[in-house]
């Protein structure tokens, strides 16, 4: 457990006041597309490691609703280029996001994703998708700069980039529903939910 | 031997059996109120209605979308129904998708009749922001806002449908019946009820997937125009998304065929490997023919409309010649009782087939470049729904209605041949005024039209007469639809 909270933090500073953080606000892709993601990724680490099984969350966090919902809105707050303009505007917003993507938004995923219903899971695939594809396409024809901080060139590149991504991720996970057998999964899930419940 | 014919449906718990049949009840409550929007159109061309282009352009939007969206409904209750015998489905994903649908049905209606929106059901780009007067920003958006969520309670019902399949076969790849089709596996196939329910999730979640896209941001366009859309680009997404939904209602509501004819034949319909093959191509071919509305299109890539036209030719066929075919031969000599489900289930074929031939004379793309803004495109898709799609549905709940003994009149009967000679004159009426170039989309006929118009609304009074018998006759006894278990 110290352990891990100990590469969280290094993991952390070396994201946000670090050279290498700083490096990744200089460009809006690299700010989008790399830091925000890793920001989310070391709560999600963290959160699968330490905090899974953590009784007072599972308590608070009933089938992974009140978990998904924040992860929902504050991931949606990030995304709005008014909340990046400020976050680099002002060193408190800067503390806000380097706190509130892996606390909020990275750690609640992990933590509650497995818990949600299927069918939510596969509705919050589906609108990440969608609202990938409408946000490259709103960057590709937004006559102005959404951030002030950065260029309209890069803009476009950022649109560009999520409209790739957003393709390669579809292609992705239809692959996925021919190429996996969901039968072994669900068993597999029983048995390590019967494993748990006996243990 | 119609009355011995049983409906059973193992697992199907008092809830489901509610909302099923809340869903079919409302289906035709609106089948009849859309056709007496539809007919009220002809009888406004015809100059014996006055209600003035305003109105007209208020219905036409009216019918476009509430048509599309209620054959999607009804078509999803034969889905559910059908495929919830071999795998787990939600009741409450039922509902939800039922009350999603209502609340988008509001939005739509007050954008139209309250709002005055009438920018047909296309609601093409930048049609939706120019109102000029007739209906504002708002009615736009209550209609882009009540699309979206009848899409979203849609998506959730696909979703299931997907968990479900996929819980039972394991991946989609399965539930297609590849393993039989390409690795000789020898499983049996999955029921054909699986098989098409596979395609059409596969087809309507990627087709609502890029309708949400299109409707958020022509909702943005609509508050901030200075975000200017691509309108090709906004198009070739309205007509992925609403091409897919209104094949998949088919392809869904021909479970009912499947399903129910063996029934009446006694003879077993069984998935072969040409059978799946035609599903899966159809797959493929449903999602890329789309561009075939956009052959006017000039700035269209010429790849797009040589595919467009290529896969008009090609698409209709696999599934239906494999359906055509298969039901005359568990038909051939088989002893089949016509009763007024049996009957509608033929029409629904000969329909389906006969739409295929002017979809395809539209689909050439020199002679989509005269005839596709002529009556000729209502009439090709009037052939599929009127004569196709509805009479599987209508046969769907007279199957319920007929079910284990109950018996319906010699009205039946005859409402049916008015359905019948009324829905043929009606669409024949179409392809004719296509075949003189009278322009669709029109409120006001020119004198030399209006002669084409009278005949096709006394053939649209028939038909609607036909459907009023069978919505009354569903309506009336939905109290003694009786579903054995065994």
């Not at chain 1, 008014?82 to 990275?106: C, E, H, Q, T, W």
């Not at chain 1, 995923?109 to 396409?137: C, D, N, Y």
């Amino acid at each position: 457990m110290s352990r891990s909270i100990l590469f969280f933090v290094l993991f952390l500073y070396l994201l946000s006041y670090s050279i290498i953080g700083q490096w990744f606000e200089v460009s809006m892709v690299r700010h989008v597309l790399i830091q925000i993601p890793c920001l989310v990724l070391a709560g999600y680490l963290f959160g699968r490691k330490s905090l899974i099984n953590n009784r007072f969350l599972i308590l608070i966090n009933d089938k992974g609703l009140a978990g998904i919902l924040m992860c929902i809105f504050i991931g949606g707050y990030w995304m709005l280029p008014r909340a990046l303009d400020a976050a680099l505007a002002g060193s408190n917003m800067a503390l806000v996001k380097y706190i509130s993507l892996p606390f909020f938004v990275g750690i609640p995923l992990a933590i509650s994703w497995q818990r949600i219903h299927p069918i939510a899971r596969a509705v919050i695939k589906i609108e990440f998708l969608t609202m990938l594809f409408r946000l490259g396409w709103l960057y590709l024809v937004s006559p102005n700069r959404l951030c002030n901080f950065y260029q309209l060139n890069e803009q476009i590149i950022l649109g560009k980039c999520f409209l790739i991504i957003a393709t390669s991720l579809s292609l992705y996970w239809i692959l996925q529903l021919f190429a996996e057998d969901y039968r072994e999964q669900e068993t597999l899930k029983k048995n390590n939910l019967y494993d748990q419940a006996s243990s | 031997m119609s009355s011995s014919i049983s409906v059973i449906h193992p697992n199907l718990s008092a809830g489901a059996r509610k909302t099923l049949l809340t869903y079919l009840a409302i289906s035709a409550v609106v089948f009849l109120l859309m056709m007496v929007f539809g007919a009220s159109m002809r009888y406004e061309q015809s100059e014996w209605l006055g209600m003035g282009p305003q109105y007209f352009y208020q219905i036409m939007t009216a019918h476009g979308i509430g048509m599309i969206g209620i054959v999607g409904l009804a078509a999803s209750a034969v889905m559910w129904f059908f495929l919830s015998r071999h795998v787990q489905l939600s009741t409450p994903i039922l509902v939800a998708n039922l009350v999603f649908f209502l609340i988008g049905v509001v939005l739509i209606l007050g954008a139209i009749f309250i709002g005055g929106f009438a920018a047909a059901w296309t609601f093409l780009y930048p049609l939706p922001a120019m109102g000029k007067g007739v209906w504002g920003n708002h009615a736009a958006a209550s209609y882009l806002v009540g699309l979206l969520l009848i899409g979203v309670g849609f998506l959730l019902l696909y979703l299931d449908t997907a968990r479900g399949i996929m819980k039972k076969y394991g991946n989609l790849g399965k539930a297609l019946g590849w393993p039989q089709l390409f690795f000789n596996s020898q499983d049996e196939a999955p029921p054909s009820a699986v098989i098409a329910s596979t395609m059409v999730l596969i087809v309507n979640i990627a087709g609502i997937a890029a309708g949400a896209v299109v409707l958020v941001l022509s909702l943005v366009n609509l508050y901030m125009p200075s975000y200017e859309l691509d309108p090709l680009l906004v198009k070739n997404l309205i007509y992925f998304f609403g091409h897919v939904f209104i094949n998949a209602a088919i392809y869904q509501a021909v479970i009912a065929v499947y399903e129910i004819l063996p029934l009446y034949t006694n003879r077993p319909w069984k998935p072969t490997k040409v059978f799946i093959l035609s599903w899966t191509l159809s797959t493929l071919m449903v999602m890329s023919v789309y561009p075939h509305h956009l052959l006017m299109d000039f700035a269209m890539p010429k790849w797009a409309l040589i595919m467009g036209q290529i896969i008009s030719y090609m698409s209709g066929f696999p599934v239906l010649v494999v359906t055509a075919i298969g039901a005359l031969t568990l038909i051939y000599r088989s002893g089949i009782k016509w009763d007024v489900t049996s009957r509608l289930l033929i029409l629904s074929m000969l329909g389906w087939a006969c739409g295929v031939i002017p979809a395809i004379v539209d689909g050439t793309i020199s002679v989509n470049n005269v005839m596709h803004n002529t009556l000729w495109v209502p009439g090709h898709f009037h052939i599929y729904l009127l004569l196709g799609l509805l009479p599987m549905l209508f046969g769907f709940m007279y199957y319920l209605v007929q079910s284990n003994g109950n018996k319906v009149g010699a009205v039946d009967d005859v409402a049916f041949w008015f359905y019948l000679v009324g829905g043929m004159g009606f669409v024949t009426m179409f392809l004719l005024s296509g075949k003189e170039s009278i322009p669709r989309r029109w409120a006001a006929h020119l004198s030399e039209w209006v002669p084409y118009d009278r005949i096709a609304s006394v053939f649209a009074t028939l038909v609607v007469i036909g459907a009023l018998v069978f919505a009354y006759r569903f309506l009336t006894r939905l109290s003694r639809i009786n579903i054995a278990t065994s």
